[in-house]
């Protein structure tokens, strides 16, 4: 089975900064994970991408997020990170972290996701 434990968030001002990572594990090893990302979701609404990256480095963000958010991944350690800037009230929500085609022994799992971890952003 394929576990991602979240790190980071908390409680901040706004305009200010948090960094989450998520680091994901198996009993067996993993041999690849082709993409990997953070979702939000706020009371009331339904859960949003934040940002993904790909294993070949290939990066997307939600449109609210563009220019303020900076996602990136360690393969060898099979890591995710999101640097969060310039942080906004709208922007608290739980964080999850995602892991898709995770590729272990002996089998692929095609989705992962972590337990969540809580960002507040207070005006």
């Known amino acids: 089975q394929v576990q991602l434990v979240e790190s980071g968030g908390g409680l901040v001002q706004a305009g200010g900064s948090l960094g989450l990572s998520c680091a994901a594990s198996a009993a067996s090893g993993i041999l690849r994970i082709n993409s990997m990302g953070w979702f939000r979701q706020a009371p009331g609404k339904q859960r949003e991408l934040v940002a993904a990256?790909?294993?070949?480095?290939?990066?997307n963000y939600a449109d609210s997020v563009k220019g303020r958010f900076t996602i990136s991944r360690d393969n060898a350690r099979n890591t995710v990170s999101l640097q969060m800037n310039s942080l906004k009230p709208e922007d608290t929500a739980v964080y999850y972290c995602?892991?898709?085609?995770?590729?272990?022994?002996?089998?692929?799992?095609?989705?992962?996701w972590g337990q969540g971890t809580l960002v507040t952003v207070s005006s």
């Open positions: 995602n892991a898709g085609v995770v590729i272990t022994i002996p089998r692929t799992y095609p989705e992962v």
């Open positions: 990256i790909t294993s070949g480095g290939s990066t």
